[in-house]
């Protein structure tokens, strides 16, 4: 077997490599196996190795704008770990291909041979994949402190406003047919619809009428399941909580499932939930209601110049 | 400095000041805005309201008051108004 690698361009074409039992170009057209693509602007290290190692190249070809180099089978394990320490740096990096590429070129930098280059890349892909581990762990931990400490915060709102949510009612359904037929009993067919797709990707949910009420697949356990308030307000008018429904792992947060407002209008004495982007998860519940009101954006920038609100 | 724009809210209805709209193709849908909320009153304020491009327009000629059985009274100065509903995520768009 032989691998051959195909050179792309950044933001044009993707990088390849894969095995084939030919060292032509059939091997990019047809008689290939095993590929593995790195998206154009990702790929410049595959280039680094291959300029580094050219000279063990076999062959070179150029086909469907990408320059082909063709090495001997062992070199597929030198790509794949590059191709894996690319991705884990991606994601520890969070995309930037500066530090990315600057990280990488410091490894190349030590290759002697395939195998130990391959030996190095394994290293230090585990030493980043432990780093990532650490950071995730360590933003859980922060995470699941914030919740925890604006819970308290907050209990004193939640008591007096929603006594409900320390232990909502739980209603239970087999499907999503009979969840969206429930629902249809307090809500227009739309709103129904809409709550039932969310249901589907975020089960558990919760609705509110005259009391809250937590929707729950019968098959789905509740034991990870949270409900925290990261912030409550309180006016003349009304009272709000922002509240978070998010599933743990070892006591820590693990995902966040939904955000959303609950609230009481003291004038209709009527309780009112929103569901609320993700990407304001970690603002204030007065932001989170100024775009329930359409006046901010889903990351809390103001639609508009300068208002002067009015409101009862 | 220009002035603020004005934002009315009154429970689950918002009025949104509007400066540069074109209503002269727009299609008249009558004198008296009534928007029937989940309880089941009605929102109601004298004023002319019209249709373009799928969006609710208000025109207020003079300070009008903006009703509901359940909501203390507001009252709009004249201008005109984009009428909005509040938003929700999961229901993808205004609750109208």
């Not at chain 1, 691998?3 to 060292?23: K, N, P, Q, T, W």
């Not at chain 1, 990408?66 to 794949?80: A, D, G, T």
């Not at chain 1, 308030?229 to 978070?244: L, M, N």
Request: hydrophobic fraction near 40%; glycine fraction near 4%.
């Amino acid at each position: 077997m032989f691998c051959h690698i195909g050179l792309g361009r950044a933001y044009r074409r993707s990088y390849e490599f894969f095995l084939s039992d030919v060292i032509t170009s059939s091997g990019a057209k047809k008689r290939f196996r095993d590929i593995f693509r790195v998206e154009g602007f990702l790929g410049y290290p595959l280039r680094v190795l291959v300029e580094k190692f050219k000279d063990s190249s076999i062959y070179v070809y150029r086909y469907s704008c990408r320059e082909y180099y063709v090495f001997p089978e062992k070199f597929y394990s030198l790509f794949i770990s590059v191709y894996n320490l690319i991705y884990a740096l991606n994601k520890y990096y969070r995309g930037d291909v500066e530090k990315i590429f600057n990280y990488i070129d410091r490894v190349v930098e030590m290759c002697r041979d395939v195998d130990q280059c391959i030996e190095i890349l394994s290293k230090e892909l585990s030493y980043i994949e432990d780093l990532y581990v650490k950071r995730v762990v360590k933003g859980r931990k922060a995470l699941t402190t914030r919740f925890k400490r604006s819970t308290e915060r907050c209990r004193d709102v939640v008591e007096k406003f929603f006594p409900d949510l320390l232990n909502p009612y739980i209603r239970r359904y087999e499907n999503f047919d009979e969840l969206e037929e429930f629902l249809k009993k307090f809500f227009s067919d739309r709103v129904a619809r809409s709550y039932r797709r969310f249901a589907e990707l975020r089960s558990p949910i919760l609705i509110t009428r005259d009391g809250i009420i937590l929707l729950v697949k019968n098959s789905q356990p509740l034991d990870n399941f949270s409900i925290y308030i990261d912030d409550c307000s309180t006016t003349r008018s009304y009272a709000i909580t922002k509240i978070v429904g998010v599933e743990t792992l070892n006591g820590y947060v693990y995902r966040v499932k939904w955000i959303a407002l609950l609230g009481i209008d003291f004038y209709t004495k009527q309780l009112f939930l929103h569901y609320i982007p993700p990407t304001l998860i970690l603002r204030k519940a007065e932001l989170c209601r100024l775009w329930v009101l359409g006046l901010v954006d889903d990351f809390g920038r103001p639609l508009y110049e300068d208002i002067t609100l009015i409101e009862v | 400095m220009s002035k603020p724009r004005k934002v009315y809210r009154q429970g689950d209805l918002l009025l949104i000041e509007e400066e540069d709209v074109d209503l002269r193709y727009a299609v008249k849908e009558g004198d008296v805005l009534e928007i029937v909320s989940e309880n089941g009153n009605t929102h109601r304020l004298k004023s002319s309201v019209y249709t373009i491009y799928g969006r609710r327009y208000i025109v207020v000629e003079k300070p009008s008051v903006l009703s509901h059985l359940q909501h203390p009274e507001l009252i709009i100065e004249p201008g005109i108004y984009r009428v909005e509903f509040v938003k929700d995520y999961a229901l993808g768009r205004s609750i109208d």
